[in-house]
Nanobody
Framework: QVQLVESGGGLVQAGGSLRLSCAAS????????MGWFRQAPGKEREFVAS????????DYADSVKGRFTISRDNAKNTVYLQMNSLKPEDTAVYSC????????????????WGQGTQVTVSS
């Protein structure tokens, strides 16, 4: 089992920045690829970013590319999502997820999920 706890969400004005954190416990963190997903009210969950085990491979949704950065610190068992130039359409509950070894854009391929953290961007 892997337990995931997100933090860092909040209310920010458009153009502002937030950094989300996802702390993992349980199994060996470095064996897991990590993903960030988001879900806005009335919409399906969507992929945001993923990072493979060593952090050497990352992937981003087109909607956040160039604005968001995913990173990980395996010594701290933590994955981060730095979000810059935030837009109102980024408003959603952001959740981190873990799966063995390889990142994926498909939420169904992740085995473990956090409870989510709310990000609200005002215009």
């Amino acid at each position: 089992q892997v337990q995931l706890v997100e933090s860092g969400g909040g209310l920010v004005q458009a153009g502002g920045s937030l950094r989300l954190s996802c702390a993992a416990s349980g199994r060996t963190f470095s064996n897991y690829a990590m993903g960030w997903f988001r879900q806005a009210p009335g919409k399906e969950r969507e992929f945001v970013a993923s990072i493979w085990t060593t952090g050497g491979i990352t992937d981003y949704a087109d909607s956040v590319k160039g604005r968001f950065t995913i990173s990980r610190d395996n010594a701290k068992n933590t994955v981060y999502l730095q979000m810059n130039s935030l837009k109102p359409e980024d408003t959603a509950v952001y959740s981190c997820a873990a799966r063995i070894r390889y990142g994926s854009r498909r939420s169904v391929e992740y085995d473990y999920w956090g409870q989510g953290t709310q990000v609200t961007v005002s215009s």
